[in-house]
């Protein structure tokens, strides 16, 4: 019998079978002693024929390989029509392939080792700690790229006249490899910590238990430096279309508004491309803004155990365990439901792919007028 997917019935949940069965053995034996907290005896084969799969654990498993299928399918689309569309295969769309790789790579391998974890409970404990592992250096990667993204935005936005000599296709490939190799560096750490004698991971038989030290350390290279590189990014971003707007509306007189889409009423083509490297920057904070939102716990929640053992054992940890899995498998499928739901050019190529049409006018079209 699996330890976390099933659970023993109440007597109201028992058939008649297994209730006549229960009572045979509780007459025979104690079952405080022969029942927990392993079945032993007539137990074993009570057990057996008789636990029944606890619901709130199936309902995490649905909801889990439903977000899994869902992102898988977001992630993918997006990948496709990056390959089907030339237009859209620009240097800063590298970055967001990179990521919806990431999170495909996240759904279709750590999605099934976390549902077999949940089956069997604690029994694997490699599996588990592998599944660990790989969420460590996909949530790395995933972050990372954000982080990479952020400083092509500022490049972008804040030194635009040498953006096509700094942000080139070969430096993005290369800073792509950098990007894994990193995560797969930080992932290591966590490794090493089976490798040291003295660590709590190599003298406990506890899935989620690492040494603080090693914690500490993956927390800041995975999650603290990334945020801080995207929040400095961003701010300076900010400061950029500030300035902007304050440069524009000086521009404008007070009794008049600023044409909209009219280039030749005044609106230059410089401030169109800046207004939409702005649309584009403000679009990859939403995004920053939600992977923050879904990883943080996760850091959070490992620093956590990792200081307070005991704290495991509490049963607020392993629904807070559960509410931690579900939150960073939304992240891969929130990644491309709000790129493309606000980039035109990605909206109109996936239009065109599930319509099956070829055509490329209206991503002809959105080239310029959106360069996200």
Not at 275 to 296: D, F, N, P, Q, V
Request: aromatic fraction near 12%; glycine fraction near 4%; proline fraction near 5%.
């Amino acid at each position: 019998m699996a330890k976390n997917m099933y659970r023993y019935p109440t007597m109201e949940e028992m058939s008649p079978a297994c209730r006549r069965q229960f009572q045979e053995c509780n007459a025979s034996s104690n079952s405080s002693v022969l029942l927990f907290p392993k079945p032993q005896g007539c137990w074993i084969d009570w057990a057996e024929a008789c636990s029944i799969i606890d619901p709130n654990l199936l309902a995490l498993i649905t909801i889990i390989i439903i977000i899994a299928v869902f992102s898988f399918i977001g992630n993918t689309i997006v990948c496709v029509v990056f390959c089907l569309y030339e237009q859209l295969r620009l240097v800063k769309h590298y970055f967001v392939i990179n990521l919806a790789i990431v999170d495909d790579i996240l759904v279709l391998v750590s999605v099934p080792m976390f549902a077999a974890h949940i089956y069997g409970g604690e029994q694997n404990l490699n599996l588990c700690r592998t599944q660990i592992l790989l969420d460590v250096f996909c949530g790395t990667a995933s972050i990372i790229s954000l982080a990479v993204i952020s400083i092509e935005r500022y490049f972008a936005v804040v030194v635009p006249l040498h953006y096509e000599q700094r942000v080139t296709p070969y430096r993005a490939v290369l800073i792509i490899i950098f990007t894994w190799f990193y995560s797969a560096m930080v992932s290591l750490i966590l490794l090493v910590s089976y490798a040291v004698p003295s660590s709590p991971a190599n003298t406990s038989k506890a899935c989620l238990f690492f040494g603080g030290e090693f914690v500490i350390l993956v927390t800041v290279a995975s999650f603290i430096l990334p945020v801080c590189i995207m929040a400095w990014a961003y701010w300076n971003i900010f400061l950029v279309a500030h300035a902007h707007a304050r440069q524009i509306q000086a521009m404008v007189p007070s009794n008049q508004q600023l044409p909209q889409n009219n280039t030749e009423g005044g609106d230059t083509r410089p401030q169109v491309k800046m207004r939409g490297e702005l649309k584009a920057a403000k679009t990859l904070t939403s995004i920053m803004a939600t992977h923050i939102y879904c990883w943080c716990p996760l850091f959070v929640y490992f620093l956590v155990i990792s200081f307070c053992p005991q704290c495991r054992s509490d049963p607020a940890s392993k629904i807070s365990n559960y509410i931690i899995m579900v939150l960073r498998y939304c992240n891969t499928l929130a990644n491309p439901i709000i790129y493309t739901g606000i980039n035109r050019q990605f909206r109109g190529a996936i239009k065109k792919f599930v319509l099956r049409k070829r055509g490329n006018e209206e991503l002809n079209a959105t080239v310029y007028t959106q360069p996200t």
